[in-house]
C-alpha cells in the first residue's frame, strides 16, 4: 500500500544557490516522467554564483524569481511571497527542497501553507548549533517535509531521535552523483591552463560567517594560508570579497595566496582533483575532496553534519588555529583508505525518483 497519494505529475524544484542548482539538474534528469516546474529564487544573484551554472548545466525553462541580498528575514519572505505564487498557478503535486539555504525554508513554508507535500533532498542534517542559519533552515524544512531524503544513516537517526513526521529514506549523497554523472565532462576542461597554474598548489574555500565576518579570524586564517608551501588558489566567495574589502585585508594576502573570481563547476571539481589538498569551510566542498580522494583541512571546530569524514580521517579540523593550519599546510597526511561508503555510491537521484514515482498515480 502506498503511504501517499499524489493527483497529478507536475513537480516543482525550488533552488536559489550553488549546490542546489546541481544536485536539481541531476534530480531532473531522473525524473523524466513529470512535468518539472523550476523555480530559482535568486538567492545568490551574482552572476558567477547564479548564471553561469545556469548556463552549464542546460535547465529547461525556468521561473526566476530575482530575490536577490537582504537580511535573513527580508530574503525569506520574498521568497515565501514569491514561490507561494508560483505553486498557486502551476498547482503541483509534489515540491523539492534541497539543503539547508534560505530558499529551502522559505520554499518549504510556502508550500505546506498551500498543503502541497514537500521532499527534503539532505534531511536530517545537524549541527546541533541552533546560532547558525542553516541550522534553523534544515530544521524547518524537516519539520513539513512528507518525504525526508537523507544522504547518510547518521542522518536518519538524528530524524527519528527528534520524532520527524516524514517517511525517512537513506539514499545516499545527490553530491556524489552530480560529480559522477559530470565527470567524464569534467576530466576534459584545461582548468589549469586557463588559470596559468604550473606548479603543486591547495585550493582554498573561506565564506561561512564565522571565519569572515570577523575580521580577526579572516586575517588570522589569510595569514596560515600565506605560510603554505605551496601555491593556493583561493576562488573568493561574493561574501569573502566584501568583507575582505570592508575591512582592508587585501594587504594579508601574499604572493602565494592567489585570488581568483568564482569559477564553474567543473573547473572547481577539476582544480580539487589536480590539488596537493583542500582547505575550506564549506561542507559541500569537503564532500567533494572526499569524493576525489583529496586531503581536507576543515576550517571549524566541528562538523557533526559530516562528522563520517572525520572518523574516517579524510578531514582534519582546525578551526582558526593559526599554528594548526600551518602545521597541516606543511604534513598534510595522504587521503586514507576507504573502506566503506557513508554516503552512498551514487545512486541517490535515481532511488529518489523510484521512491517519488511510486508515490504519484
Request: with cysteine.
Amino acid at each position: 500500500m502506498k503511504e501517499h497519494i499524489l493527483l497529478t505529475s507536475k513537480i516543482a524544484i525550488v533552488m536559489g544557490a550553488r549546490p542546489q542548482y546541481m544536485k536539481a539538474i541531476t534530480l531532473i534528469n531522473k525524473l523524466l516522467n513529470y512535468e518539472i516546474i523550476v523555480i530559482d529564487t535568486g538567492q545568490h544573484y551574482d552572476y558567477n554564483m547564479s548564471t553561469t551554472f545556469l548556463k552549464q548545466f542546460k535547465f529547461p525553462n525556468v521561473i526566476n524569481l530575482k530575490v536577490g541580498s537582504a537580511s535573513h528575514g527580508v530574503q525569506t519572505a520574498k521568497i515565501i511571497e514569491g514561490v507561494e505564487k508560483v505553486l498557486l498557478n502551476e498547482k503541483p503535486c509534489l515540491t523539492i527542497v534541497i539543503g539547508d539555504t534560505n530558499t529551502t525554508m522559505g520554499a518549504s513554508i510556502a508550500s505546506s501553507k498551500l498543503n502541497i507535500p514537500i521532499a527534503h533532498i539532505e534531511a536530517g542534517c545537524r549541527s546541533y548549533d541552533r546560532s547558525i542559519p542553516e541550522e534553523v533552515n534544515r530544521v524547518v524544512a524537516d519539520t513539513l517535509s512528507s518525504f525526508l531524503f537523507t544522504a547518510s544513516e547518521e542522518h536518519v537517526r538524528n530524524l527519528i531521535l527528534e520524532h520527524q513526521f516524514g517517511k525517512k529514506y537513506w539514499v545516499g549523497d545527490v553530491l556524489f552523483d552530480v560529480l559522477l554523472m559530470h565527470f567524464p565532462r569534467i576530466v576534459k576542461e584545461k582548468t589549469l591552463d586557463k588559470l596559468d597554474i604550473c606548479g603543486p598548489y591547495y585550493i582554498a574555500t573561506v565564506h561561512r560567517n564565522w571565519n569572515v565576518d570577523n575580521p580577526i579570524t579572516f586575517k588570522t586564517i589569510l595569514k596560515a594560508l600565506n605560510k603554505s608551501p605551496y601555491e593556493v588558489i583561493f576562488p573568493i566567495h561574493p561574501r569573502s570579497e566584501k568583507m575582505l574589502r570592508e575591512n582592508r585585508l587585501e594587504k594579508y594576502i601574499g604572493s602565494d595566496l592567489r585570488l581568483i573570481e568564482p569559477v564553474s563547476y567543473y573547473d572547481m571539481i577539476n582544480l580539487i582533483r589536480k590539488s596537493e589538498g583542500v582547505i575550506t569551510d564549506s561542507g559541500g566542498v569537503q564532500r567533494e575532496a572526499f569524493y576525489l580522494s583529496k586531503p581536507c583541512i576543515v576550517l571549524k571546530e566541528s562538523t557533526p553534519e559530516w562528522k563520517e569524514l572525520v572518523e574516517c580521517e579524510a578531514t582534519h579540523l582546525v578551526g582558526a588555529d593559526y599554528n594548526r593550519i600551518i602545521q597541516l599546510l606543511n604534513n598534510l597526511p595522504s587521503f586514507p583508505r576507504i573502506k566503506y561508503y557513508p554516503y552512498g555510491k551514487g545512486n541517490a537521484s535515481a532511488k529518489i525518483a523510484k521512491i517519488i514515482g511510486d508515490c504519484i498515480v
